[in-house]
T-cell receptor, first 108, second 113 residues
Framework: AQRVTQPEKLLSVFKGAPVELKCNYS??????LFWYVQYSRQRLQLLLR??SRESIKGFTADLNKGETSFHLKKPFAQEEDSAMYYC??????????FGTGTRLTIIP | NAGVTQTPKFQVLKTGQSMTLQCAQD?????MSWYRQDPGMGLRLIHY???????DQGEVPNGYNVSRSTTEDFPLRLLSAAPSQTSVYFC????????????FGPGTRLTVT
């Protein structure tokens, strides 16, 4: 079955420390992968996508096909990074499947 | 552009009542979808549409109907509300290309008593 797994529901990190939010998927093909973010009292919005290989707000995510993972990383956490983060995967079937989300809290 | 708009923002229903959640977008997006967001469950796809006149079921379609008579509008109908449908509902839209950058509405918080 095609699944998206975010193993951590909650993650707390001190300001200035590195951040890694995990995302794993189960799919034998070539998926399209995304990270979405929902800041407090704001709409869910796209943070980054793997095909563009870009860095947004200091975050990067690398697709590891061998481990079927797409972890989100940032070397130095900032307080404004506190938010809900969702990994999302398109398995080539016109649908976007979201993980259960990780709530990231940056401790000042 | 207003982007994706949803009405109402909040709604309380009694079990068995029906209602329609409205969603509209002004970006000429072909693709529109409805999700529900529940604690610990993430976002789950209810229904989606790849263009006017075309709809299909997502992961959790039971109890919901949709139609897509225009590119702009994609209403979600609850036929007979149940407490299990208490949730936050999000509408999203995107161009129908491989990027699937979805633009989300502000959400509707629905409580069924």
């Amino acid at each position: 079955a095609q699944r998206v797994t975010q193993p951590e529901k909650l993650l707390s990190v001190f300001k200035g420390a590195p951040v890694e939010l995990k995302c794993n998927y189960s799919y034998s093909g070539s998926p399209e992968l995304f990270w979405y973010v929902q800041y407090s009292r704001q709409r869910l919005q796209l943070l980054l996508r793997h095909i563009s290989r870009e860095s947004i707000k200091g975050f990067t995510a690398d697709l590891n096909k061998g481990e079927t993972s797409f972890h989100l990383k940032k070397p130095f956490a900032q307080e404004e990074d506190s938010a809900m983060y969702y990994c999302a995967v398109s398995f080539g079937n016109e649908k976007l499947t979201f993980g259960t989300g990780t709530r990231l809290t940056i401790i000042p | 552009n207003a982007g994706v708009t949803q009405t109402p923002k909040f709604q309380v229903l009694k079990t068995g009542q029906s209602m329609t959640l409205q969603c509209a977008q002004d970006m000429n997006h072909e693709y529109m979808s409805w999700y529900r967001q529940d604690p610990g469950m993430g976002l789950r796809l209810i229904h989606y549409s790849v263009g006017a006149g075309i709809t299909d079921q997502g992961e959790v379609p039971n109890g919901y109907n949709v139609s897509r008579s225009t590119t702009e509008d994609f209403p979600l109908r609850l036929l007979s509300a149940a407490p299990s449908q208490t949730s936050v509902y999000f509408c999203a839209s995107s161009y129908r290309d491989t990027s699937y950058e979805q633009y989300f509405g502000p959400g509707t918080r629905l409580t069924v008593t």
